[in-house]
């Protein structure tokens, strides 16, 4: 699935749309080599953000990648106060080892805050348009991603049998 969001990113980016892309903190995915090779050849701005700066059930450190600097608004300080909702439970194993699990606020937890769609909406109200150079001769060319040196990549991993199939309103077999 990696590579399917990394294509969409590649065709969000060749249309010059405003896209905003979230990830907890934690995640590893823009270390995967399709992501690499799109921030390599893409101007990407990343900003950490709090969702409980939002309205959120828990603070839940995130990272938000989008095309723009505007990204950076999302920024706000985590409210100081004490969290309710305990999301996971953690037990000491035997081998002293730490299990944890997630709990049944740990799904809820899981949809965006409202304030957090409506700011969502503000940034990219506020996100000046990016437009293509007409100007073929005065335009920069952007850098060739490494992996269309030569070979031709048909992104097998992305597995887009029944995106293709949608495509062509179901004319493919």
Known sequence: MV????????????????????????SLLWEHPRMQS??????????????GSYGGLSPKGTHLWAPCEQVSKFSLPLPQKEWD???????????????????GALKQSQAYPKQFGKATVCVWLNTPCRTFST???????????????????????????????????????
């Open 85 to 103: 909702h305990q999301l996971v439970a953690k037990k000491v194993l035997p081998d002293g080892s730490v299990q944890v699990t997630g709990n």
């Open 38 to 51: 799109f921030l390599k050849s893409n101007i990407v701005y990343k900003t950490h953000m709090w969702m």
């Open 135 to 173: 100007n073929y001769e005065k335009a920069s060319t952007k850098k060739i991603p490494s992996f269309w040196k030569g070979n031709m990549d048909k992104w097998a991993d992305a597995n887009l049998s029944d995106v293709m199939q949608f495509l062509s309103l179901g004319t493919l077999k």
């Open 3 to 26: 590579s399917r969001m990394a294509l969409i990113l590649w065709v969000l980016e060749a249309k010059k749309c405003f896209w905003l892309y979230e990830q907890p903190q934690t």
